[in-house]
């Protein structure tokens, strides 16, 4: 081999290592970048596990959340409706209750010539006795009348009186 065989080896050589120098350079730094990459995959495996977990969590959390809700809304829709089915009840009373008020208001209204009949009543009743009648026999426009005075059915004044004011007490 000659000289220049040589050096033309020689520089070949130089080359060669010179090209495998720099693959080696560039094998390093790709090993140090899949590394980092590794690294960081690394990472963010674990920030999903952590994030999946703390879905999942959450996402317990909300579903127990969700059902203390319905459980809350069932039970204040059963409660809206026993309020309604009382609020109802108490109309319904405080109708009877005001028909049974306007009925004391006219038995009140009515009160003075209800008693002045009764006194009327008591009046005949006397005068009947006095005569030796026992009803007054008399003739209304309905008809004969009897036992105006209620002494057939064994009435008195204070019992008639009684009976009056006992309507009025049943009316509330």
């Known amino acids: 081999m000659t000289k220049l065989?040589?050096?033309?080896?020689?520089?070949?050589?130089?080359?060669?290592?010179?090209?495998?120098?720099e693959l080696e350079t560039k094998v390093h730094m790709q090993n140090l970048h899949i590394e980092e990459l590794e690294a960081s995959n690394l990472q963010l495996k674990q920030q999903l596990k952590k994030n999946?977990?703390?879905s999942s969590a959450t996402l317990t959390e909300r579903d127990g959340t969700a059902s203390e809700l319905k459980k809350n809304l069932e039970e204040s829709e059963l409660h809206v409706?026993?309020?309604?089915?009382a609020?109802?009840?108490?109309d319904k009373l405080v109708e009877k209750l005001e028909k049974k008020a306007r009925l004391f208001y006219e038995v009140v209204e009515?009160?003075?010539?209800?008693?002045h009949m009764v006194e009327v009543l008591d009046e005949l009743s006397v005068t009947d006795e006095l005569h030796g009648n026992e009803s007054c026999?008399?003739?209304d426009r309905d008809g004969p009348t009897s036992n105006?005075?209620?002494?057939?059915?064994?009435?008195?004044?204070?019992e008639a009186k009684d009976s009056t004011s006992s309507e009025a007490n049943d009316i509330l």
Do not use: D, F, P, W
């Not at 065989?5 to 120098?21: D, F, G, M, T, W």
């Not at 609020?87 to 108490?90: D, H, I, K, Q, S």
């Not at 009515?110 to 008693?115: G, I, P, Q, S, V």
């Open 52 to 54: 999946q977990e703390e």
């Open 110 to 115: 009515h009160r003075a010539t209800l008693a």
């Open 5 to 21: 065989n040589i050096q033309e080896a020689n520089s070949h050589l130089r080359q060669l290592h010179k090209k495998v120098y």
């Open 87 to 90: 609020a109802e009840e108490r």
């Open 81 to 85: 409706q026993s309020l309604l089915k």
């Open 148 to 158: 105006c005075s209620g002494i057939e059915e064994g009435i008195t004044r204070e």
């Open 137 to 139: 026999g008399g003739v």
